[in-house]
């Protein structure tokens, strides 16, 4: 089944699908090796994993396309990924479109900020006039009809905390862009429980949840009993990542070389422990196996190293 289908049809169940996020293919294996059913790419994580940089328009779409592509590539779970606001205007859109869906991605959101954008939980923000984000998109409802018809477009509105925005105004968008063609509303930014409730019972299709930043984090039960379709959970590995190699810098910078052994002895026997089988390395051997001359897998005998697991 090709991603987009499946994506398909796990919007379809009846409980809220969590979708924690990645920023690179190294931590979309690990959301796929615990079991969880997607992956999102968060555009956040891609700026600062990628340039060192924040979420302010500064990650073009070329660096966004490639690193989506290199996530899709390395999992095979569905992945969604955030397109920022498409890249300028609904003819910028057209190829915005078209490009993800040959990455392989099942799923993106286009924003209706101003360019340059800025993340979703950032003071600042501006919104283009909500005309012109229907036009960009019906644009995208035309690419993914012609290109991949289950392609799932996700239309985000920043119009809650932007510049003359409102939780009423995010709605009305909202709507708007369900109607031109989009399949899921996210409405970012709703700052208390009883705005997403709003949000879901106004909004006239199915609700992408954003719980992280200014909003508030709520329980499995919560988003089922209020019908959230999906939610994502941009920075989880982000967070998890910088808190993690932080701590062992700080550990290494004050005692030395033997940290980076301690953390080796501490890894073994962990499902993520060992990164040689996590990379693959057990796959290469099997392919050499499937594909080669045998002769040339001589090369491991009376070799030092890690030694890749054979079909006996």
Not at 104 to 128: S, T
Not at 237 to 255: G, I, L, N, P
Not at 280 to 306: M, N, S
């Amino acid at each position: 089944m090709r991603p987009t289908t499946r994506l398909r049809e796990l919007l379809k169940a009846k409980e809220t699908l969590i979708v924690p996020g990645c920023y690179d293919a190294m931590t979309a294996k690990i959301v796929e090796m615990v079991g969880f059913p997607a992956a999102y790419m968060t555009g956040y994580g891609t700026s600062l994993a990628l340039l060192g940089m924040p979420d302010a328009g500064l990650a073009t779409m070329t660096e966004m396309h490639l690193n989506a592509r290199y996530i899709a590539g390395a999992v095979k779970v569905p992945v969604i990924a955030d397109s920022d606001n498409g890249y300028g205007n609904a003819i910028n859109v057209v190829r915005c479109v078209r490009d993800y869906i040959q990455t392989g991605v099942a799923a993106i959101h286009i924003e209706d900020q101003a360019i340059p954008k800025r993340c979703g939980h950032v003071a600042g923000r501006q919104v283009i006039p909500m005309a012109e984000a229907v036009g960009k998109y019906r644009a995208a409802r035309d690419v993914r009809d012609e290109y991949d018809p289950d392609f799932v477009l996700i239309a985000r509105t920043d119009a809650r905390g932007a510049v003359g925005g409102s939780l009423g105004v995010a709605i009305e968008r909202a709507n708007a862009y369900l109607q031109a063609g989009a399949d899921v509303a996210f409405v970012e930014g709703p700052t208390t429980r009883d705005e997403v409730q709003r949000i879901c019972e106004e909004v006239e299709g199915p609700v992408l949840y954003n719980q992280t930043g200014v909003s508030p984090r709520l329980t499995a039960e919560e988003m089922n009993q209020l019908g959230i379709a999906l939610t994502i959970f941009p920075g989880v590995c982000m967070r998890a990542t910088m808190k993690a190699v932080y701590e062992v810098m700080t550990q290494m910078k004050a005692r030395g070389p033997l940290v980076e052994a301690e953390l080796f002895d501490s890894l073994k026997g962990h499902p993520a422990g060992d990164f040689h089988s996590f990379a693959g390395f057990d796959q290469i051997r099997k392919w050499e196996e499937a594909y080669l001359d045998p002769a040339e897998l001589e090369k491991y005998a009376g070799t030092v190293g890690y030694q890749p697991e054979t079909k006996s």
